[in-house]
C-alpha cells in the first residue's frame, strides 16, 4: 500500500497526472479535445488515488495504471488502441527515467538519504520536483516540435483524420 498525504496528492499527484494523459495525446500525436483530455484525466487522478491504497506489490500499480491509461484514452479520447498502447508505454518508461535520474542526482550528487527523504512526505515532494520539470519539458519540446512540423492529427469518432 503507498500512503498519500492530501500535500502530495495536490502538489504531485495532479499535476503528473495531467501531464501523463497529455504525454500520451503528444507520443500518439493526436490533437488535444480539451473536454477529453479534463474527463480522462480526472478519472485517471481519481484511479491512482484508489489504486494506491490496494495492497499490492511496489510496480503492480505501475502496470494497473498503465492499463488504466490505455483503457482510458481508447475510450474517452478515442486514440486507437495501437497508438495508445504505445503513447502509454513511452510516457511511463519516460517518468520512470527521468526518476531515475532525479534519485541517482540527490542520491549522489547532493549525497542525501533516499530512504529518509522519501518517507518524509515534505521533503519528498520538493526532492521528486525535478523529475516532473524534466518529463514536462521533455514532453512540451516534442509538443512544440509536433505542432511546428504540423504532425498532429484529430481524431473524430475513433478514425484519425
Known amino acids: 500500500m503507498l500512503r498519500l498525504t492530501l500535500l502530495e496528492v495536490v502538489l504531485r499527484i495532479l499535476p503528473e497526472e495531467f501531464l ?3 504525454a500520451v495525446y503528444v507520443f500518439s500525436k493526436t490533437v488535444i479535445n480539451v473536454e477529453k483530455y479534463m474527463k480522462s484525466s ?6 491512482v488515488y484508489v489504486i ?7 510496480g503492480v500499480h505501475s502496470i494497473l495504471n498503465i492499463i488504466i491509461i490505455i483503457i482510458l484514452t481508447v475510450n474517452i479520447n478515442k486514440i486507437s488502441i495501437i497508438k495508445s ?6 510516457t511511463v518508461i519516460l517518468l520512470f527515467i527521468c526518476e ?7 542520491q549522489y550528487v547532493f549525497k542525501v538519504n ?12 520538493v526532492y521528486s520536483t525535478p523529475s516532473l520539470v524534466i518529463f ?7 509538443y512544440i516540435y509536433l505542432v511546428k512540423k504540423n504532425k498532429l492529427s ?8
Do not use: D, H, W
Not at 136 to 142: C, E, H, N, R, S
Open 114 to 125: 533516499v530512504k529518509y527523504v522519501f518517507s518524509q512526505p515534505l521533503s519528498k515532494i
Open 20 to 22: 501523463v494523459i497529455f
Open 42 to 47: 480526472i478519472i485517471y487522478i481519481i484511479a
Open 136 to 142: 514536462a519539458l521533455i514532453v512540451f519540446t516534442y
Open 85 to 90: 498502447i504505445q503513447a502509454s508505454l513511452m
Open 52 to 58: 494506491r491504497f490496494l495492497p499490492i506489490q511496489y
Open 154 to 161: 484529430e481524431v473524430m469518432n475513433g478514425e484519425i483524420i
Open 100 to 106: 531515475g535520474i532525479n534519485v541517482f542526482i540527490v
